[in-house]
């Protein structure tokens, strides 16, 4: 895959008008190279990307000169999403290096579709290492084989390219269907006992009364 980018000249501040022309500022390097600094056209840029992804070499054609790289970095705008600034890294063709590769869900969980479990996602990549030219665009992850509750896909259920190494443990669980969560049963609280208060209500009714009687008597023989 090839993508055409050129050197530019302005920086810092400056970097707006190269915006605003329709270009993203990028900067290219690798190691024992001296840093490039490039533009990108937005659009060739989008559509090699959404091709290529972080984990496929893109051949940056710059000067007559086809250099092999990899998206290192993207930088985008937190109001807009649009793409700001890009790093590449120039790798070698001939040289293994390591990257980070994409897991890709596909399939139905019939644990989760016929059990009413819930699929846990645990990671979403996985770094691998690898000569630039066999990394691979994504894994496939396929959750169809998940048929019992609590069962789980691991790292070692993956179907891993020749010439591929992942640099995790076999055992590393991807995904995981767990039951349902339990609803909580709310208990009713008891119904208050109103006769108990009702009968108590005119026992103090009778009090009162007894007790008004008595005063009046009291005040009756003094007089």
């Not at 990028?26 to 091709?51: P, S």
């Not at 009364?209 to 008595?214: H, L, Y």
């Amino acid at each position: 895959m090839d993508l055409s980018v050129k050197e530019r000249e302005k920086f810092g501040k400056d970097v707006r008008f190269i915006r605003k022309e329709g270009y993203i500022p990028a900067e290219l390097y690798g190691r024992g190279l001296r840093n490039v600094h490039i533009a990108v056209d937005q659009k060739d840029f989008a559509e090699a990307f959404k091709e290529a992804g972080e984990s496929t070499v893109i051949n940056l054609l710059l000067n007559d000169e086809r250099r092999p790289a990899l998206v290192h970095d993207i930088q985008r705008d937190y109001l807009t999403g649009e793409v700001v600034h890009i790093d590449f890294y120039q790798v070698r063709m001939d040289e293994k290096i390591k990257a980070r590769v994409p897991l890709e869900f596909v399939g139905e969980a019939p644990a989760v579709k016929e059990l009413g479990g819930v699929l846990n996602k645990t990671i979403s990549e996985i770094e691998v290492e690898a000569l630039p030219g066999d990394l691979p665009r994504n894994f496939e992850v396929d959750v169809s084989g998940l048929k019992e509750l609590n069962q789980s896909f691991y790292a070692s259920d993956l179907k891993i390219p020749k010439g591929v190494k992942i640099m995790v443990e076999p055992k590393t669980v991807i995904a995981t269907v767990t039951p349902p969560a339990e609803e909580e049963k709310v208990e009713e609280a008891p119904a208050a006992d109103v006769t108990a208060v009702k009968v108590e209500t005119e026992e103090k009714v009778a009090e009162r009364v007894k007790e008004k009687e008595k005063t009046e008597k009291g005040e009756e023989k003094k007089e």
